[in-house]
């Protein structure tokens, strides 16, 4: 695409579209090397049997907000075997990779329906109508507790409180 300028030399435009980034991303630059499997239930899986490297449990509790205990209670593992696993370049099993590949995929949904990363953390300690009144969090620590949160956003999103 060219635009005239006043010395009639075309000004070239770049036509190529640009990179859209996660709220993750943006804020927080070392999330950005994070894997993008949970884009389809696919990459989902061939990922999470793959495992995740263990610093991408770390990752997902600096961009959570999440104190070590609410991380440890969700993901039914401590800090510090995470911490070992990094220190000895080890990946994580299966079901682990896949609740946390999850729990990205959540946080991306929820900052962008609540606007930021905070207030989705904040909605996540408050009980939700449509989750029987019962705290989000409470049910991050199976992956059918994590989709009725994803189902939950998506009728926020849409305006369906009832």
């Known amino acids: 695409m060219a635009a005239k300028v006043k010395n009639n030399k075309p000004k ?6 640009l990179k859209t980034l996660s709220v993750a991303e943006f ?3 070392y999330v950005i090397t994070r894997p993008h499997a949970y884009t ?4 989902l899986l061939a990922q999470s049997k793959k495992g995740l490297n263990a610093k991408a449990a770390l990752d997902f509790l600096s961009l959570s ?4 205990d609410e991380f440890q209670e969700t993901f039914k593992t401590t800090v510090k ?18 609740k946390l590949l999850k729990s990205f995929a959540l946080f991306d949904k929820g900052a962008e329906v609540f606007g930021t990363e905070d207030s989705f953390h904040q909605w996540l300690h408050t009980p939700a109508y449509g989750l029987g009144n019962q705290l989000p969090f409470t049910l991050m620590d199976t992956i059918t507790g994590i ?3 994803e189902e939950e956003l998506i009728r926020i999103e849409f305006g369906d409180l009832a």
């Open 81 to 98: 075997t995470i911490q070992n696993h990094v220190t000895r370049e080890l990946t994580l099993d299966a079901a682990l990779s896949e």
């Open 40 to 43: 389809d239930d696919i990459n």
């Open 65 to 68: 907000g999440f104190t070590q």
């Open 12 to 17: 070239m435009y770049p036509t190529e579209p």
């Open 147 to 149: 989709q009725l949160i």
């Open 27 to 29: 804020e927080i630059p």
